[in-house]
């Protein structure tokens, strides 16, 4: 049996996009390209008029036709308003529910995580689609939406007389597999694996219309975002403490906001005024900041819209956290199982179609692309596992270890873009679904209505993506050429097993592990910034004859099951000479710290990737192409965490051991 993807996607009305972009359609027969090029084609009189006739008549049918083509999408033909009366609530709809059914309804559903609860809208019709289900989880980090859905399914398993016991669980769905193997005793899914998966990524109806949490851009409330309220960062702390350079690629990299630049400066300044500390006040420094100008794109609604989403994916790690729980995802499934994804932004979107590609492993011209009809009964004698009634399923993408059903994104249906407010005030759902040897996957983005196109399955776009997690600041200088150089190191040890009692979570929250994980001992000093970001000065180095003492600002981001160190910003501290040198590039770096204490033999892993931006702009260097430096650079810096990362980890062992050998000894 083979794993198995799907996408979908949503397109904006005509009439939508003429208001929204201020478009305005010539007639047909003013045209003078068309009528020349029917001249040359010597069409005759009676059908060039019997054409202009049509054309003139559905004037926006012809312009639909053509924007699905360009887009390449394929419109969702099912019903909505039989859906619409089957779940909801007075403020939560659930998107494409009916889309979402029918992806999971040719299985034999007995067990089903859905990764984002919300107000259990798709749960329910899970549930109530699948009698034959025996293990049901529910995750969520929202306590509100917990307390909505808890009653929801509590109602339907009562009525319907279920005997379901449903799992629901306060907990992000990056430790989907550490929740699976909780379970486990009851349901065996590590060795079988779970029939099916649904991700809902984005914010809810129900979080967008409460202002206490920051999320909406019109209503006046505190700058929090946080999905889960037990996070430590809120977007205020972003906006008012984090260094300058972070907060412009925030802006730039996750709100795609051309006016990036000018909104930094605003926001720096803001902070010799007191700070941000509302969402009226962020929206009134936007408001001002593009008062006279275009606005980025269009004007500064669109422009706020761009920042808040800027903010909330940094305050939830909303991409980092993606990409790792699909592929968690996929190892969790059993053989011919499905995951299912809904993605509102197109951020969101190139993680999930990026990701499910390299996990398939699959090839756009390795000739296993199946168009929509030609092949198809042929396709589903060699593959089992798609039945033949899922008419929905028109283009696949093979890989090694699964397929992708829907090569072209599945969009809502036109009825469920005009009744479904969720879509029509924002991005539209897209829903994929990946096939392989274990799971499936679908897709939605965003609270605007958005326009559809395919996914470019392009090598480069591929090799791009394996650096997802390497972030690139913009240099100061853009007349010379730049080299990029990457290093990456995965290291595990044995993680010792102790009678304490402590977890070596706890460790890693305890002030203590703090200065463990940022190796204290061998700094010159180090100073907090605010909750989990410092200050590091390194001892001085000699660079050239001259002695620089390397500055990290680092963030460190704790919790139950994993933690992040990320470098955020890297300068050198010295004579002027030396700090002239900082315009010339730029660093970052990512450790993702995971273990598991729960097996025989428990481990810690780091998994460890540098980037480093560097300019070349004296000789010989300038002389050299821009691959020879960067090959020669690779090098240095890939021997230098070979050598640094061991110790590393060796050195946090050392210092957790020490850490629990304390806590016994105070132990009466």
């Known amino acids: 049996m083979a794993k198995q993807m799907m996408y979908c996607w949503l397109s904006i009305p005509l009439s939508t996009a003429k208001q929204r972009f201020n478009i305005k359609t010539a007639p047909l027969s003013s045209r003078p390209v068309l009528a020349s090029a029917r001249a040359e084609r010597r069409i005759s009189t009676a059908s060039k008029k019997k054409k202009k006739k049509e054309r003139n008549n559905s004037v926006e049918e012809l312009v639909v036709v053509k924007n699905d083509k360009e887009k390449r999408r394929t419109r969702s033909e099912k019903e909505y ?4 009366s089957f779940h909801q609530t007075e403020s939560h709809v659930p998107v494409m529910l009916g889309e979402v059914v029918d992806v999971f309804s040719s299985l034999t559903l007995r067990s089903f995580i859905d990764c984002t609860l919300g107000a259990a809208g798709h749960s329910s019709a899970i549930i109530k689609g699948h009698p034959e289900l025996e293990c049901y989880v529910g995750m969520d980090v929202d306590p509100v939406a917990h307390a909505k859905a808890r009653a929801h399914i509590d109602a339907l398993l009562h009525s319907t007389h279920s005997s379901l016991k449903p799992h629901l669980l306060f907990k992000n769905f990056k430790y989907i597999k550490s929740v699976v193997g909780e379970i486990d005793d009851d349901y065996n899914l590590l060795s079988s694996g779970v029939d099916g998966i649904l991700m809902d990524l984005g914010m809810s109806s129900m979080q967008v219309n409460n202002p206490q ?5 019109l209503a006046n409330g505190p700058l929090d975002m946080r999905m889960d309220p037990r996070a430590s960062v809120k977007a205020k702390d972003i906006l008012n403490y984090w260094p300058d350079d972070e907060v412009g690629r925030i802006l730039r990299e996750y709100g795609e906001e051309s006016n990036w630049r000018w909104l930094q400066k605003k926001i720096v300044q803001a902070r010799q005024q007191g700070g941000l500390h509302s969402t009226g006040e962020l929206r009134d420094l936007i408001q001002g900041a593009t008062h006279g100008t275009k606005g980025g794109r269009q004007g500064w609604i669109k422009t706020a819209t761009r920042v808040f989403q800027a903010l909330r994916i940094a305050v939830n790690d909303e991409l980092n956290t993606l990409e790792k729980s699909l592929h968690a995802c996929f190892e969790c499934l059993v053989p011919g199982g499905r995951l299912a994804v809904i993605s509102f932004h197109s951020l969101e979107d190139r993680i999930v179609k990026q990701t499910f590609l390299k996990i398939i492993e699959g090839n756009e011209g390795d000739g296993d692309v199946v168009e929509e009809e030609a092949g198809k009964r042929d396709l589903r004698k060699m593959r089992n596992d798609v039945n033949e009634k899922e008419t929905w399923i028109r283009q696949m993408v093979q890989g090694q270890s699964g397929i992708i059903l829907t090569k072209r994104p599945i969009t809502p249906s036109e009825e469920e873009e005009r009744l479904n407010r969720r879509e029509a005030g924002g991005e539209e759902p897209r829903m994929m679904v990946p096939s392989g040897n274990k799971w499936k996957a679908t897709g939605k983005e965003g609270l605007t209505t958005f326009t559809s196109f395919a996914f ?16 690139r600041a913009n240099m100061t200088v853009y007349n010379s050429k730049k080299a990029n150089l990457t290093a990456a190191r995965k290291e595990r040890m044995k993680l010792p097993i102790t009678d304490s009692g402590y977890r070596f979570s706890e460790f ?25 970001t410092y200050r590091c000065i390194l001892p001085k180095v000699e660079l050239l004859n001259f002695e620089a003492a390397p500055v990290l600002d680092l963030r460190v981001t704790p919790a139950d099951e994993d933690c992040t160190v990320e470098m955020i910003s890297c300068k050198f501290q010295g004579s002027e000479l030396v700090e002239r040198q900082n315009d010339h590039f730029s660093a970052f770096m990512v450790n993702h710290m995971t273990w598991n204490t729960n097996i025989t033999e428990p481990f810690l892993e780091v998994d460890v990737k540098l980037n480093l931006m560097l300019e070349i702009y004296t000789q010989p260097f300038t002389l050299l192409p821009t691959s020879a430096v960067e090959s020669a650079g690779n090098l240095v810096m890939q021997a230098l965490l070979d050598r640094l990362v061991p110790l590393l980890l060796e050195q946090l062992l050392l210092d957790y051991n020490k850490w629990t050998n304390q806590h016994l000894a105070i132990i009466p």
């Not at 949490?213 to 851009?217: D, E, K, L, Q």
């Open 81 to 84: 308003e039989e859906l619409h």
């Open 213 to 217: 949490r920051g999320f909406s851009v």
């Open 456 to 471: 470019p399955y392009l090598t480069n776009s591929r090799k791009r993506n394996e650096t997802v997690n390497v972030r």
């Open 508 to 532: 890693l929250s305890h002030p203590f592990g703090i200065q463990a994980i940022l190796n204290t001992g061998s700094l010159q000093s180090f100073q907090s910034l605010d909750a989990n």
